[in-house]
């Protein structure tokens, strides 16, 4: 397996147990309110109620979240070969190494801690296109692309 697909089944992996936990979260409000529906009445049980109804709906966002993460990861093809940095680049800079996927945790492999940027965010918008020995500034850090993968 290549660095770069131990990268990708490492963050697979993240998002589906995220998922995993998220929908389980879910499913126990459900379950909650569900029974506390059976058993209670009056302004707190509404109140109740209400909240964890708001407590779900942040869950089923950050689940739809983690569900458009996980499938932008999936369509990444490592076996690509970049020159430029593009979606599933693996880019080294100023001794670190960026995952151009999306935003998530920083994870090490085989030693080397990598950082998961989004493309749409202020240092994975700068790099995108850019190519080896390129340099991009993002307030007064500056960095230098020394390989992309």
Same mark, same amino acid.
């Given at each position: 397996?290549?660095?770069?697909?131990?990268?990708?089944?490492?963050?697979?992996?993240?998002?589906?147990?995220?998922?995993?936990?998220? #929908?389980?979260?879910? &499913?126990?409000?459900? #379950?909650?309110?569900?029974?506390?529906?059976?058993?209670?009445?009056?302004?707190?049980?509404?109140?109740?109620?209400?909240?964890?109804?708001?407590?779900?709906?942040?869950?089923?966002?950050?689940?739809?979240?983690?569900?458009?993460?996980?499938?932008?990861?999936?369509?990444?093809?490592?076996?690509?070969?970049?020159?430029?940095?593009?979606?599933?680049?693996?880019?080294?800079?100023?001794?670190?190494?960026?995952?151009?996927?999306?935003?998530?945790?920083?994870?090490?492999?085989?030693?080397?801690?990598?950082?998961?940027? &989004?493309?749409?965010?202020?240092?994975?918008?700068?790099?995108?296109?850019?190519?080896?020995?390129?340099?991009?500034?993002?307030?007064?850090?500056?960095?230098?692309?020394?390989?992309?993968?």
């Amino acid at each position: 397996m290549t660095f770069k697909q131990k990268i990708k089944v490492e963050y697979q992996n993240l998002l589906s147990e995220k998922i995993q936990e998220l #929908r389980f979260m879910i &499913s126990d409000l459900a #379950r909650d309110a569900q029974n506390d529906a059976k058993g209670s009445a009056g302004d707190k049980h509404e109140t109740a109620l209400a909240m964890m109804h708001l407590e779900q709906e942040k869950l089923n966002h950050k689940l739809a979240e983690n569900l458009n993460q996980k499938a932008l990861i999936d369509k990444i093809d490592t076996n690509a070969k970049h020159n430029k940095v593009a979606l599933g680049s693996l880019v080294q800079a100023n001794g670190m190494w960026f995952y151009i996927s999306g935003a998530m945790p920083k994870i090490q492999i085989d030693e080397i801690a990598i950082i998961a940027v &989004s493309s749409e965010s202020p240092l994975g918008s700068q790099l995108m296109g850019k190519g080896g020995g390129d340099v991009v500034q993002i307030n007064s850090n500056v960095f230098q692309i020394k390989a992309i993968e």
